[in-house]
């Protein structure tokens, strides 16, 4: 963060005898994207804090967001309403074991959204098939949806991702699956055919795979899929369709199975009408670094930039420990997009050269970013989302933060410059 520029100017002038301390009234400092914490939803009983993943959609299509929060160990998916004045809570957990992330979408076309939910199932490292992907359908009842649990895929292993398109231009909405497994795992894409069910189409057969979201990455008019893979792999892979058929493509290999590939974002962050990669490495789980590597050099943010046509280069944005979540919003109404980045540091087993839980990248005219550190904040943000107008820029959680480290199950966060005055 920058911050002390009215009191290093003051103190050269003290020095360079322009003026003397008792033409001095006081020192004030400009404490730059000075952040206000709004906590909207509680700790649980035992003060655990395990958010894994923020969403924001007009569920209820009154014109307002909902929030949707997803605890895997709680086994609970919670819908946020009217959080402008005090949020009203829905619990969910009918049908559920372990929801890691939940995104709506009207799968069955009635007008109401659905939500579709990747179910990990086990958020340990397990070679158990316990991953499933499960639609809630809503059923309208006044201002509130209803929910009925419907299984599209189980049997498999454990389940990251499960994102929403229309893959095969038939009219209807497929999902894309990450089957983050253990030693075993795949990605794979589901087919609904007219009578709403699904059929899998296999895309890969590695473990690992995090994020795989669908956009048109070589403007053609169909769905590509970009996607990240962990464990052992650490690439990020785009499957080009055509005519539903996707070949592979490699973008990036880290070389190294200690890179800790922590997920993917989609934007179009040069504003140029074409869909850019971003990807986080972070991960501190498995304890694999070697000796001498210093985590705080590998870790951070890189950028697949997009020349319009799928072709990418690649460019690293900023180092950073711990990088795991991204925002990206015009945080400064100046026309281009911004990035957040949260981390989870694990202080106890790696150094690091500062405590940093949140990071606030500002694009310039020159299509760089300026980095300020944002302090005192809530710890081990392993999902953070863009907010709203009348609850907050950001919106983020924690996941398992450090013991005795500041945490929130969910908080909404403002930023503004403020005056600090001795």
Known sequence: MKK?????????????????????????????????????????????????????????????????????????????????????????????????????????????????????GSIWPSTQMVGRVVILYGESNGTVIDYHPEVVLEGVGRVACAEVADLDNDGDLDIIVCEFGHFTGSITWLEQNDTGSFIPHQLDNRAGAIHAFPHDADGDGDIDIAAVISQTSEEVVLFRNNNSSFEKEELFIAGFDYFGMTGLSIADIEGDGDIDLLFTNGAQWDGDTPYGVDLNELHGLRLLRNDGEGNYSLEKITNLFGAYSTAIVDADDDGDLDIFIGTHQMNKQY???????????????????????IDDLPTGLMTISPGYEGVGLLLVGSYRPIEGEQATRLSALNFQDMEICS
């Open 351 to 373: 150094p690091r050269t500062e405590n940093i839980s949140l990071l606030f990248l500002e694009q310039q005219e020159n299509g760089n970013f300026e980095r300020f550190l």
């Open 4 to 120: 002390f520029k009215v009191v290093i100017f003051t103190t050269l002038l003290l020095f360079a005898g322009c003026i003397g301390p008792n033409d001095i009234e006081e020192f004030c400092i400009i404490e730059e994207n000075y952040a206000t914490e709004t906590i909207l939803l509680e700790p649980s009983d035992d003060n655990m804090y395990n958010t894994a993943n923020i969403q924001i959609a007009d569920i209820t299509g009154d014109g307002d967001y909902e929030i949707i929060v997803t605890e895997p160990s709680e086994g609970l998916l919670t819908i946020l309403d009217e959080c402008e004045e005090l949020c009203i809570e829905y619990n969910f957990s009918q049908g559920l074991i372990e929801p890691l992330r939940a995104h709506p979408h009207d799968m069955n076309q009635d007008g109401i959204l659905d939500l579709v939910v990747a179910d990990i």
